[in-house]
């Protein structure tokens, strides 16, 4: 329906001619997602290689996203920019390489026609063969060895492990070979006999069970890589995009990303760095990066369009009107909607997923009425911004996000890691300690096949005490978890001794197991009994301002969390009092289903205290709640040490007389002197944080309004009520969609590490939290980093900044009026800010390992790659970090270029 607008405007348009090679014209008027669909229409129209390049990689990302929904997926590909240092001559992530990879591969054998890319991605070089066949084609019954099939993808650049997780892992198991290649949903099992394929097979990553039979398969390389193609017996040289692409290509420019100067200071960046490292063996900048007279010698000889930039020997206007700015008004949304079909324009609005698309339907028709909501098109979809079409076939595009004024969230299509649960297979390596229902502590030996009868079992493999082996079927994997022992999982811990098979000690541990947790129920039998028998009130059923809120979250529910929020709604609307356990890992949705929840009881005249135990969180609270309820008339404040005494007097009268809706605090909520006018919720984020004194408070406010407690790290006797029924509990275990994993480095201090990875941050628009152990030496630290970074506005917080200060610096970060933000462990619990994507932590062996997890997980928010870098010192062995990754490659381009 788009591009056939789009088209028929363009056809009734007589005087719009395309550039030849070597021509260059400007175009104007292309708001929204309008430079994907000039891509898009100028390829199916004129049937020429395009290439758009947009400004950042944040916009290729959506331009790329934009080309999928406009049904381009099958001939459109994306090349990434690297994120490489400059003394890296290979990207970290494998997302990256393997989509530069696929990119390159696809263009050369004639599959790929729309290229997005970045004025970067355009001109940095790669090892290339020009003859095309980069990947390897795996047949059944073909003849191969496991040797031959580890060698070659090993120079691919997949990375043996001891089990497939993430794209880019391969495994050797016996006959079995496993593999995560890019552009598959799921892992490639192939089973080898004799040197033969005896079977291809994909398998869930989670259960490793086999879901689909396969006669032949495509392993696409990971990265591109000189022993690559000599391993084919082919050569290669380094060569760039921009050199690859067609004579007869159509480039498109989106506002800056042409800009000579930008291709200039990287030319200069990259010399400079290869100059500094002092590597005889290291690659020159020209083999990183076409030169600057290259790329304008090369573009010189293309077609060249600029979008939104007067760089053009001509100028044409496609008159594309801009998205109206709705913001939330469902008002003005009808009226939009009415006058474009009073004109006779066809009225379209996208969703994100089937999920908004029935709010929508469902907010149209209490808007607007069943006789106009169905003549408005609804469809699932996402484009980065709407647009009006003029012409023959007018056209309203509308956007969800745009409607509720909320960031658009790109989709991936393609699963590019798997983060297992705990109670998965695909958890556990072999050699660890795993528990058995039934029989207690075992090692886990690997995976075998078993033939019993006439099929073939999948089974875990157990060793127990004195040899003996225990074979678990994989569809009983619910009577395995893996084995975690108390304390950090140090390398150096003992480990458990293993069980015996019909012994009589695991029993004996399981009966007094079972004792313990009897006697602790006991003790809170009678607060519970009294909720269970005590009237609740009942919320209302959801409304249409309900519905409107829920529809304006940024994100898409994830499984668990969309059942979460049924089971709180479900509490809330019966007449028992609520008590329910939210447990998720951070940044995994516990707040959004909070202020859901929230809304829901001040709708109905209800106030709601929000319980957390540091000021930073209340301060993150007070802004996530209040940005998130700023289109209703919903009043938030809140009560900490970083309000005066005046305010806090004169919030503590407007709780009792009823004009505070939303009270967010610290313990102070829980004091004598805070009285509320008609209390209904009460949400308690990290329960385990507060003290005796103010957990007896909380019990007696239990008894009589609903509470929902959120936790990433519940406590053991917390965690043990909801499991045995006397809480509710709602688990959140799905990661966000397409969370990335977060890149963690182990190194000592390096000034060269430590400047390039601000500037890499800063190159992105983006934030850096350093972190430091010590209020006393703070300061020093940040003028070391001040002088590391002289162009970085820098900000320091701690514990004992004085309050107002410590506000306004949380305010000026929210706001991005902060690059880096040097800081103790404060901002260890609550503090939310997507667009930081890098974190250092100086002395790193000074934090547990449960804390420095959960500071990691302040990045890593957003669909950006975060890096997380943890400087320890020299002397100090890299087994102390099991689990956070070591890269020993860094390191020792850290110690190469300390002299710098």
Partial sequence: MIRASFESMLRARQDTRWPAPGERISVKGLPGAGPSLLAATLHGETGRHVVLVADTPGDAELRFADLETLGTSAVARYMPQRETLPYEETDPHVEISSRRAEAISALLEGEARILVTTSRGLVER????????FGITVRVGEQTSRAELAEQLDSMGFEATTGVRELGDYVVRGGIVDVFPFGADEPLRIELWDERVESLRRFDLLSQRSTERLEEATILPVALSPELFEDAGRSSERRSLLELLPLDTLLLFEGSACDEPRRTQLWREIRQAREDLGDEDALPAEDLVLPPEAVSAQLNGL???????????????????????????????VDEIRVALDRGDRALILCDSSGQLERMQEILSDAAGTKLAARVHVAVGGLSGGFHIPGPEPLLVLTDHQIFARSRRVRRHRRLHGVAPLESIASVTPGDYIVHLDHGIGRFAGLERVRVGEETVETLKVEYAEGEILRVPHYRLDLIEKWTGVGDPDTTARPPAVHKLGGKKWKTLRSRTEESIRAMATELLDLYAHRSVSDGFGFSSDTRWQREMESSFL?????????????????????????RLVCGDVGYGKTEIAIRAAFKAVQDGKQVAVLAPTTILVEQHLHTFAERLAGFPVRVAALSRMRTPAEQKAALLDLVEGRIDI?????????????????????????QRFGVRHKERLKDLKRTVDVLTLTATPIPRTLQLALGGLRDLSLIETAPRDRMPVITHVLPWSDAVIQDAIRREMDRAGQVFFVHDRIETIEALAQRIRRLSPEARLAVAHGRVNERQLEETMAALMDREIDILVSTSIIENGLDVPTANTMIVHRSDRFGLAQLYQLRGRVGRSHHRA??????????????????GFSSTILNSARATESR
């Fill in 303 to 333: 077609a060249v369009v600029h979008v939104d930039s007067p760089a053009g020997d001509a100028t044409v206007g496609l008159g594309l009107d801009p998205h109206p700015p709705i913001e939330r008004r469902i008002g003005l949304l």
């Fill in 663 to 687: 009270a967010i605090g610290t313990h102070r909520l829980l004091s004598s002197d805070v009285v509320f006018k008609d209390l209904g919720l009460l949400v308690v984020d990290e329960e």
């Fill in 126 to 133: 790669s090892p290339v063969s020009t003859s095309g066949g």
């Fill in 555 to 579: 994100y898409e529910d994830t499984p668990d969390q969309r059942s979460a929020w049924l089971d709180v709604k479900r509490d809330m609307e019966s007449p028992t009092i609520m008590d």
């Fill in 867 to 884: 890096y997380c870098y943890l400087l320890v010192p020299e002397e100090l062995p890299p087994r102390r970090f099991r689990g956070f």
